[in-house]
């Protein structure tokens, strides 16, 4: 296990030696800081665990020290120290965000108990956030629902390379489940303990998917009044999934790329490169050599992205699944709703299979949701979307307003592209984001993704 580092900051020279000396002998890794300036560097160049610091010094006090500190990482624990005379300035610490408070002169014994207990406070907490993550990982894992040979294929290729550190470029339609065998593999991986962090290239402007990814330094941009670490340097330890890694800006994948080369991450305005420790996964909707050769995608990013490639089965080829996933969907859309699970009648059975799918098993768990929270006993087919069963109310076949033609028209394009929405908007000429907002706005509304 590594040591906790203690980082102290102190101007008197005397005593930043003695708490060096007390706390290096009881096993602490230490780094000391002659002022709050340099403390901060320190501070955010390196992993800390607790900061140490005085209150009174020459330049910035202690308490602005603390704010900047918490500024950077709401979550850092911080001791100060103050004189005895001084106890009402360490409680005004406490009130912004102080974990606790030493008082001149302290006790050898005091000051090593009170600094082991921080140290602790924060494995604690680091613990805590990685066993949320892990539960959200087995909960999304789970939802690979099906026994399909085309499915389960996908999924023991997935375990097969999971162990590995090995790149994997995820390909399939939108809705088949990408993320989730994504989070899988993390979970199988020896980097299941770290962090599983997801960003959608196509969903964020250029300048901010940067500053999301690789961090940026205060004051690099408009807007940047704090240090970001970006996500390839809080996944360390764990695993970064890129979903549309097709959309990402092609002056983005250059610098990705470079990434991935050198294993370094620089942040947006900064001299400075770190170390990259997080596996890589990336996914497309896309086919990914009709991407290379529209340029859409690197060539050269591509061969780094795609050691091993898993593509997932859209549902209209799986439709065996269906049942199981149906069981599954409305299992949990009664159990959130606080209703009885409805039996499905062998008309809606066979809409459900005989529909296309083309969002996929979202559109499903949509489309299940929908009917569970309108049936009573059983799903018939006036329960299901009339997409699905067939089904024309009066209300849908009149609807000529401007929400519902643009809908319509839009769902159209996307089927002529099959699936493919950075075509789509091209089409339509709107901004992909603006695609994905419409999209979402309908999955919300109507059930539609």
């Known amino acids: 296990m590594d040591k906790p580092a203690v980082l102290i900051v102190e101007d008197e020279e005397l005593m930043r030696q003695i708490l060096r000396e007390i706390l290096e002998t009881e096993g602490f890794d230490v780094f000391t800081a002659d002022s709050a300036e340099a403390g901060i560097e320190i501070f955010r160049s390196r992993p800390i665990d607790v900061t140490l610091t005085d209150i009174k010094m020459a330049g910035q006090d202690g308490l602005g020290l603390l704010d900047e500190i918490k500024t950077s990482d709401e979550a850092a624990v911080v001791i100060v120290i103050t004189a005895f005379s001084s106890v009402e300035t360490a409680i005004a610490a406490l009130r912004k965000g102080a974990y606790d408070y030493i008082t001149k002169p302290f006790v050898n014994e005091d000051l090593v108990k009170t600094v082991s207990n921080a140290c602790q406070h924060r494995r604690l907490y680091t613990e805590n956030r990685l066993l949320r993550r892990e539960i959200s990982d087995r909960s999304a894992a789970d939802e690979l629902i099906g026994s399909s040979e085309i499915l389960r294929s996908a999924v023991e290729l997935g375990m097969k390379v999971a162990p590995t550190d090995a790149p994997v470029l995820i390909t399939?339609?939108?809705?088949?489940?990408?993320?989730?065998?994504?989070?899988?593999?993390?979970?199988?991986?020896?980097?299941?303990?770290?962090?599983?962090?997801?960003?959608?290239?196509?969903?964020?402007?250029?300048?901010?998917?940067?500053?999301?990814?690789?961090?940026?330094?205060?004051?690099?941009?408009?807007?940047?009044?704090?240090?970001?670490?970006?996500l390839l340097r809080s996944a360390s330890g764990g695993t970064v999934f890129l979903d549309e890694i097709g959309e990402m800006p092609a002056s983005l994948q250059v610098k990705l790329l470079r990434t991935l080369q050198e294993r370094t991450v620089t942040p947006v305005g900064s001299a400075a490169s770190y170390d990259l420790d997080a596996r890589i996964l990336a996914a497309t909707n896309r086919r990914p050599e009709e991407a290379v050769s529209t340029g859409r995608l690197r060539e050269d990013l591509y061969?780094?992205?795609?050691?091993?490639?898993?593509?997932?089965?859209?549902?209209?080829?799986?439709?065996?699944?269906?049942?199981?996933?149906?069981?599954?969907?409305?299992?949990?859309?009664?159990?959130?709703?606080?209703?009885?699970?409805?039996?499905?009648?062998?008309?809606?059975?066979?809409?459900?299979?005989?529909?296309?799918?083309?969002?996929?098993?979202?559109?499903?768990?949509?489309?299940?949701?929908?009917?569970?929270?309108?049936?009573?006993?059983?799903?018939?087919?006036?329960?299901?979307?009339?997409?699905?069963?067939?089904?024309?109310?009066?209300?849908?076949?009149g609807d000529r307003s401007l929400y519902s033609l643009e809908r319509r028209h839009i769902l159209s394009v996307l089927k002529e592209t099959s699936g493919d929405k950075a075509d789509a908007a091209e089409i339509l000429g709107i901004d992909l984001s603006t695609l994905y907002r419409k999209l979402k706005r309908y999955e919300d509304s109507e059930g539609i993704s």
């Open 172 to 230: 399939g339609e939108s809705g088949t489940g990408k993320e989730l065998i994504a989070r899988a593999i993390h979970r199988g991986s020896p980097r299941s303990g770290g962090p599983f962090l997801a960003i959608n290239c196509g969903a964020l402007p250029d300048s901010l998917l940067e500053s999301e990814l690789f961090g940026h330094v205060r004051g690099s941009f408009t807007g940047a009044v704090r240090d970001s670490v970006g």
């Open 303 to 397: 061969y780094r992205l795609n050691v091993v490639e898993i593509e997932m089965p859209p549902l209209r080829d799986r439709t065996e699944d269906i049942p199981e996933l149906v069981r599954h969907f409305s299992l949990k859309a009664a159990g959130s709703q606080g209703k009885p699970v409805p039996a499905f009648t062998p008309e809606a059975m066979d809409a459900l299979r005989g529909y296309a799918w083309p969002g996929n098993v979202r559109e499903l768990e949509n489309a299940i949701t929908r009917s569970v929270l309108l049936a009573d006993l059983s799903v018939t087919l006036a329960e299901l979307p009339s997409r699905i069963s067939g089904l024309v109310s009066g209300n849908e076949h």
